[in-house]
Nanobody, 119 residues
Framework: QVQLVESGGGLVQAGGSLRLSCTASGNFLSIDTKGWYRQAPGMQRELVAAITSGGAVRYADSVLGRFTISRDAADNTFFLQMNSLRRENRAVYSC?????????????WGQGTKVTVSS
């Protein structure tokens, strides 16, 4: 089991920056992939960024060059640095941890944090 707690959302002006954090507890060493998803009103949830235990990263095309996913040295907290925010980036952002074991793959989600971007 993995528990995820997010922080860092809020209100920011267009062009500004926010950093989201997601801290894992429990069996966090079993996490293979850490990711950030978002869901805007009326839209489906979409992947924003992900990082594997091997360090491979993946970004949505719309955030390339503006958002950065990273993790701390203890590997139990990961971040989403969001720069040059745009109004269309407003959404509820949720972190995800995916674990792999002989029993299969399991996904754990944070509680979600709202990001509002004003013009």
């Amino acid at each position: 089991q993995v528990q995820l707690v997010e922080s860092g959302g809020g209100l920011v002006q267009a062009g500004g920056s926010l950093r989201l954090s997601c801290t894992a507890s429990g069996n966090f060493l079993s996490i293979d992939t850490k990711g950030w998803y978002r869901q805007a009103p009326g839209m489906q949830r979409e992947l924003v960024a992900a990082i594997t235990s091997g360090g491979a990263v993946r970004y949505a095309d719309s955030v390339l060059g503006r958002f950065t996913i990273s993790r701390d040295a203890a590997d139990n907290t990961f971040f989403l640095q969001m720069n040059s925010l745009r109004r269309e980036n407003r959404a509820v952002y949720s972190c995800l941890a995916r674990t792999l074991s002989p029993l299969g793959a399991f996904e754990y989600w944070g509680q979600g944090t709202k990001v509002t971007v004003s013009s």
